[in-house]
C-alpha cells in the first residue's frame, strides 16, 4: 500500500473499519468534514478541496483561541499604553477640538437667521483623526441631519 501521508497532511482522516450503511465503499472517513471517501484519490481531492482548507482552518483558529491565555494586567497596561499614544500620535488636540467647536458655533450663527431654531453640534469628536469637519444640525421638530465636510477646521 502507498503511504500519502508525506505528501498530503491526513491528519483528520482515518480508515473507517466499520462500515457505513449509507456508504458501503467508504474506506477513508475525514472526521473534521463528516465525509466519507472510497479510494485516495478521492481523499487528496477532498483535502485539497476549498471546503476541508476552510473547515481546517477554522478548527486551527479555534484552537489557538482556546489555548491563548487569559488578560492579564500586563496586557492591559500594554493596551491602554498603545491606546495614549495613538491618540497623542494621531488623535485631535484640545486646540482641534476647540477649533471645530468654534467652526460650529459660527455655521450656527449664520445660519440661524436663515432656519429659526436650528441647532449645530459636533459629531464623533472622541473618534474623530481626520481633518474632516463632522456637524449634525437639529431644526427644532425635525429629524436631524448630518453633515460631513472635507474641509478642516
Same mark, same amino acid.
Given at each position: 500500500?502507498?503511504?500519502?501521508?508525506?505528501?498530503?497532511?491526513?491528519?483528520?482522516?482515518?480508515?473507517?473499519?466499520?462500515?457505513?450503511?449509507?456508504?458501503?465503499?467508504? !474506506?477513508?472517513?475525514?472526521?473534521?468534514?463528516?465525509?466519507?471517501? +472510497?479510494? &485516495?484519490?478521492?481523499? %487528496?481531492?477532498? *483535502?485539497?478541496? $476549498?471546503?476541508?482548507?476552510?473547515?481546517?482552518?477554522?478548527?486551527?483558529?479555534?484552537?489557538?483561541?482556546?489555548?491563548?491565555?487569559?488578560?492579564?494586567?500586563?496586557?492591559?497596561?500594554?493596551?491602554?499604553?498603545?491606546?495614549?499614544?495613538?491618540?497623542?500620535?494621531?488623535?485631535?488636540?484640545?486646540?482641534?477640538? !476647540?477649533?471645530?467647536?468654534?467652526?460650529?458655533?459660527?455655521?450656527? +450663527?449664520? &445660519?440661524?437667521?436663515? %432656519?429659526?431654531? *436650528?441647532?449645530? $453640534?459636533?459629531?464623533?469628536?472622541?473618534?474623530?483623526?481626520?481633518?474632516?469637519?463632522?456637524?449634525?444640525?437639529?431644526?427644532?421638530?425635525?429629524?436631524?441631519?448630518?453633515?460631513?465636510?472635507?474641509?478642516?477646521?
Amino acid at each position: 500500500m502507498i503511504c500519502f501521508s508525506h505528501r498530503v497532511p491526513i491528519a483528520h482522516l482515518q480508515l473507517s473499519f466499520q462500515r457505513s450503511q449509507k456508504f458501503p465503499k467508504a !474506506q477513508y472517513y475525514c472526521r473534521l468534514c463528516d465525509y466519507h471517501c +472510497d479510494t &485516495l484519490t478521492i481523499c %487528496i481531492s477532498h *483535502i485539497k478541496d $476549498d471546503r476541508h482548507s476552510r473547515l481546517a482552518r477554522m478548527q486551527e483558529v479555534e484552537t489557538t483561541l482556546y489555548h491563548l491565555p487569559k488578560p492579564n494586567r500586563q496586557h492591559l497596561d500594554y493596551l491602554d499604553n498603545l491606546l495614549a499614544r495613538t491618540q497623542s500620535e494621531l488623535g485631535l488636540t484640545p486646540q482641534d477640538i !476647540q477649533d471645530r467647536m468654534d467652526v460650529a458655533a459660527l455655521l450656527g +450663527d449664520v &445660519l440661524k437667521p436663515v %432656519i429659526p431654531g *436650528i441647532g449645530v $453640534d459636533l459629531s464623533d469628536q472622541s473618534c474623530a483623526s481626520s481633518p474632516r469637519f463632522n456637524a449634525s444640525f437639529q431644526v427644532a421638530g425635525s429629524a436631524s441631519m448630518d453633515l460631513v465636510s472635507a474641509a478642516s477646521a
